[in-house]
């Protein structure tokens, strides 16, 4: 059983940063790819950027590429979202994510773990 949580998130003027990270426990982190969600309200959830098992493929969404960077520690468990520039529109739940096997990145559905979320607000 994999454990995945999230920490990092708050509330930021749009232009400022934050760090997400997200905490694996349960399954050798190292196997499998991981990626971040978001969820704004009365909105599905979204794509936002997908790692490989071994950091070395990453994926993202066109809204933010350039401005958020995703990356994975494996000797810590750990996947970051870096997030810079960010804007009113990025506010959203974020959720990170474990594991599509033969799916899609980008796919919520095709992720088999998932944390319970961590709120970023980004205020104008």
């Known amino acids: 059983q994999v454990q995945l949580v999230e920490s990092g998130g708050g509330l930021v003027q749009a232009g400022g940063s934050l760090r997400l990270s997200c905490a694996a426990s349960?399954?050798?982190?190292?196997?499998?790819?991981m990626g971040w969600f978001r969820q704004a309200p009365g909105k599905e959830r979204e794509f936002v950027a997908a790692?490989?098992?071994?950091?070395?493929?990453?994926y993202y969404a066109d809204s933010v590429k350039g401005r958020f960077t995703i990356s994975r520690d494996n000797a810590k468990n750990t996947v970051y979202l870096q997030m810079n520039s960010l804007k009113p529109e990025d506010t959203a739940v974020y959720y990170c994510?474990?594991?599509?096997?033969?799916?899609?990145?980008?796919?919520?559905?095709?992720?088999?773990?998932w944390g319970q979320g961590t709120q970023v607000t980004v205020s104008s």
């Open positions: 994510a474990g594991e599509y096997g033969s799916g899609r990145y980008v796919e919520a559905a095709d992720y088999e773990y």
């Open positions: 349960g399954r050798t982190f190292s196997t499998y790819p």
């Open positions: 790692i490989s098992w071994s950091g070395g493929s990453t």
